[in-house]
């Protein structure tokens, strides 16, 4: 049976100079081991062959590692790293591990792995130096969150002064608009008064031409008209003040005194002056 057994904390020795060697197709199925890593992995050569090569996997070991590791591979590169491996009873064995693609062809069939082996210290060193690569990129990390932050505040300022000019636009734009309905208002009332006063001034010409004809009419009656016995003669000017109908002037009219006229009196005269 190949299944685990629960961890312990026990680390399983490697003899010096052992090389691990196993291969997996594309899906990740043991499809070779040499007999140091089945020794290493506890199983039997039967138990390895068409399981997942993650059954020698620690849980010790994080998820994103091997995230990385399936990015690389995938992507035909080389894999490289510190590795804590899982024996059928529990125990455990450090190796450095890595990992090339197989190709046939050109073409990628699988993956083949080459593990050595790693003293205590050596494995103590590989983890200090993580640890720290670890800690830079957390610090790098911090810093591009604080850039992030300032900029995102920069934005979230200028966008609270893009709001205020919009307001002032908004409040120019409503004073603007009552300042022309204000005058579209005042416009719409100086062309009513005009219209009024043009009306005022065609009916103050008619009432001109109407005057002015009734005057004439008057003159020429008055002018027709002789005094008898007096000697004199009755013309009568009227003044009408001029009116301006059209670019036209209406002629004044005077009233004139009475003068003396040359001609005499005679029988005839008086029988006009009755039967006027």
């Known amino acids: 049976m190949r299944l685990n057994t629960p961890v312990t904390q026990q680390e399983y020795r490697l003899a010096e100079g052992d090389l691990l060697i196993s291969r997996t197709n594309l899906q990740g199925k043991i499809t070779y081991a040499n007999p140091a890593f089945v020794e290493a992995s506890g199983f039997t050569l039967e138990e390895l062959m068409g399981s997942d090569h993650n059954l020698v996997r620690h849980p010790d070991m994080p998820v994103e590692a091997f995230a990385n590791f399936w990015t690389t591979i995938k992507q035909g590169e080389i894999w490289s790293g510190l590795v804590k491996n899982r024996r059928k009873n529990g125990d455990h064995y450090w190796v450095r591990a890595n ?145 301006t109908t059209q670019g036209e002037s209406a002629p004044p009219v005077r009233l004139a005194t009475p003068r003396p006229t040359q001609q005499k009196a005679s029988a005839t005269s008086g029988r006009d002056w009755m039967s006027f």
């Open 99 to 243: 990992v090339v693609p197989v190709r046939e062809a050109g073409k990628v069939v699988g993956y083949a792995s080459l593990r050595t082996c790693l003293s205590r210290a050596d494995a103590a060193k590989e983890i200090h130096q993580l640890i720290a690569n670890a800690n830079q990129e957390i610090d790098a990390g911090a810093e591009v969150v604080a850039r992030t932050e300032s900029a995102i505040g920069r934005v979230v300022e200028a966008s609270n002064r893009v709001n205020d000019i919009m307001e002032e636009i908004s409040a120019a734009s409503r004073e603007q608009s009552s300042g022309i309905t204000q005058i579209s208002d005042a416009v719409s009332q100086m062309e009513q008064a005009v219209q009024q006063s043009a009306g005022q001034l065609q009916e103050s010409g008619r009432a001109a031409h109407q005057l002015q004809h009734e005057t004439w009419q008057l003159n020429n009656a008055i002018l027709a008209f002789r005094t008898q016995g007096s000697g004199q003669e009755l013309q009568v000017e009227i003044d009408v003040a001029s009116v």
